[in-house]
């Protein structure tokens, strides 16, 4: 007669446990195996010794408390493993891929190329760490925590280690990719937000450069590389604009009140529009306008990466030993202003 087979009970993928801490009390917590991988989940649920009949009352109710938060975890995990359309589209769906589509999101939404450029750079580290196979689901605390460990070590061409500032923009690329998985329903929650703050990439306080009107003196009386750059440099330095609204300005925008000109700027990061007075120093620096019609651009400027080349080599060529970039432009705007009247 054959033996009858032993059912085989299956393996809880979460067990509710405590912990005895030194007051008596005990800490409730989860503890979750789950592909080959253990964490756990502390509740912030205690037990307290039994000294009398309301003691026991209390406990029975902090047990079905956390036996209930163990119940919505294990449907949330069966819903995971039995391919739900989000985790499943969250489970196959490369960290890669899913940083390029924010990447062209982000510039297609009005964000600067700049901040585009910054993902793209930080798409090279991310698969420079852990290549390109590492789905979202892989996606948590330790594998945030090792990019971290990754760009605090990583160097440049030269040899010496990167910029704090650097760094820290590559991580806040992919920080910002996660929240917005999040939103878009793509992963549950953002691993990122697991990580002590202690432990995250810290910016250096820095002094925000300016350059002085003696300094502006030597710009504007040495030659460029690139003439549009030059000019809307200064054009930036006597109006305080940013370069993503330089770069959308039309001459649709440039609107005369009398004998007061105005430029019509919609604000990239507040998206108000204003009219921003434009003074005679700003005017001699926008290029004629000739046959241009209203939709054309005011500067035609090139990419960003070469921007910044432009202005280095500006600055060296005009005995400027400061870095300038558009931000110390819009620095400059009020003593210059006051100094040039």
Same mark, same amino acid.
């Given at each position: 007669m054959a033996k009858k087979k032993k059912a085989v009970k299956a393996k809880e993928p979460i067990r509710l446990r405590f912990k005895e801490l030194a007051n008596g009390?005990?800490? $409730?917590?989860?503890?979750?195996?789950r592909d080959g991988k253990r964490q756990y989940e502390f509740l912030k649920l205690y037990l307290i010794p039994e000294t009398d009949e309301t003691a026991k009352v209390r406990n029975l109710n902090t047990l079905q408390a956390a036996n209930a938060i163990k119940a919505q975890k294990v449907i949330e995990l069966t819903n995971d493993e039995a391919g739900v359309v989000k985790t499943t589209t969250?489970?196959?769906?490369?960290?890669?891929?899913?940083?390029?589509?924010?990447? !062209?999101?982000?510039? *297609?939404?009005?964000?600067? /190329?700049?901040? +585009?450029?910054? #993902?793209?750079?930080?798409?090279?580290?991310? #698969?420079?760490?852990k290549g390109e196979t590492v789905t979202m689901k892989e996606v948590d605390k330790a594998f945030?925590?090792?990019?971290? !460990?990754?760009?605090?070590?990583? *160097?440049?061409?030269?040899?010496?280690?990167? /910029?704090?500032?650097?760094? /820290?923009?590559?991580?806040? @690329?992919?920080?910002?990719?996660?929240?917005?998985a999040v939103k878009e329903e793509i992963i549950p929650y953002n691993p990122i937000t697991k990580v002590n703050s202690d432990d995250r990439i810290k910016i250096p306080e820095s002094t925000? =450069? &300016?350059?002085?009107?003696? =300094?502006?003196?030597?710009?504007i009386g040495s030659t460029c590389i690139?003439?549009?750059?030059?000019? %809307? &440099?200064?054009?930036? @330095?006597? @109006?305080?604009?940013?370069l993503g609204d330089i770069q959308a300005l039309t001459w649709g925008d440039i609107i005369q009140d009398g004998e007061q000109y105005r430029a019509k700027i919609v604000m990239k990061k507040t998206q108000k529009t204003?009219? $921003?007075? $434009?003074?005679?120093?700003?005017?001699k620096w926008m290029p004629e306008r000739g046959e241009a019609k209203d939709t054309d651009k005011v500067f035609y400027l090139p990419y960003p990466t070469y921007i910044n080349v432009v202005l280095k080599t500006w600055a060296q060529n005009s005995g400027i030993?400061?870095?300038?970039?558009? +931000?110390?432009?819009?620095?400059?705007?009020?003593?210059?202003?006051? %100094?040039?009247?």
């Open positions: 009390n005990k800490s $409730l917590y989860l503890d979750i195996y969250r489970s196959k769906m490369l960290l890669i891929d899913w940083m390029r589509y924010y990447s !062209d999101h982000k510039l *297609k939404t009005g964000q600067s /190329a700049a901040f +585009h450029v910054q #993902i793209d750079k930080a798409i090279k580290h991310l #698969i420079k760490y945030c925590l090792g990019f971290i !460990d990754y760009l605090n070590n990583a *160097k440049r061409k030269d040899g010496k280690l990167m /910029a704090k500032v650097t760094t /820290a923009g590559y991580f806040r @690329c992919l920080n910002c990719a996660l929240n917005f925000r =450069e &300016y350059l002085t009107v003696e =300094e502006i003196k030597k710009l690139n003439e549009p750059t030059k000019q %809307a &440099y200064l054009f930036s @330095c006597f @109006c305080g604009l940013r204003l009219y $921003l007075p $434009l003074s005679g120093e700003a005017l030993n400061k870095t300038i970039t558009f +931000h110390t432009a819009r620095h400059n705007k009020n003593c210059i202003f006051q %100094a040039m009247r």
